[in-house]
């Protein structure tokens, strides 16, 4: 019912930062959740942040949290993940993904690249 698109991601040396973007087609305020995932080759996606639709509670894996930050902008209708002090093992194609009534929707995902 939702499609998702991410943007924001790109080369960046470790240490710097990126804002990664998920902008939906409708509406997120009635979404349940909306959350990021990453993926690395050979390994399988894991979860990095998820954000509920009223925004105020929020879920970090361990390795990310203190550096990264997701939130929500129901007026833009766009969810975005404030990523700091990056390391190279943060390097994934990172996916956005939101929860509705009917079902569980994917972006394509958007390529993140950490060089030391």
């Known amino acids: 019912q939702v499609q998702l698109v991410e943007s924001g991601g790109g080369l960046v040396q470790a240490g710097g930062s990126l804002r990664l973007s998920c902008a939906a087609s409708?509406?997120?305020?009635?979404?349940?959740?909306v959350g990021w995932s990453r993926q690395a080759p050979g390994k399988q996606r894991e979860l990095v942040a998820s954000i509920t639709g009223g925004g105020s509670n929020t879920y970090y894996r361990d390795s990310v949290k203190g550096r990264f930050t997701i939130s929500r902008d129901n007026a833009k209708n766009t969810v975005y993940l404030q990523m700091n002090s990056l390391k190279p093992e943060d390097t994934a194609v990172y996916y956005c993904?939101?929860?509705?009534?009917?079902?569980?929707?994917w972006g394509q995902g958007t390529q993140v690249t950490v060089s030391s």
């Open positions: 993904n939101a929860v509705d009534q009917l079902g569980s929707y």
């Open positions: 409708r509406s997120i305020f009635s979404i349940y959740t």
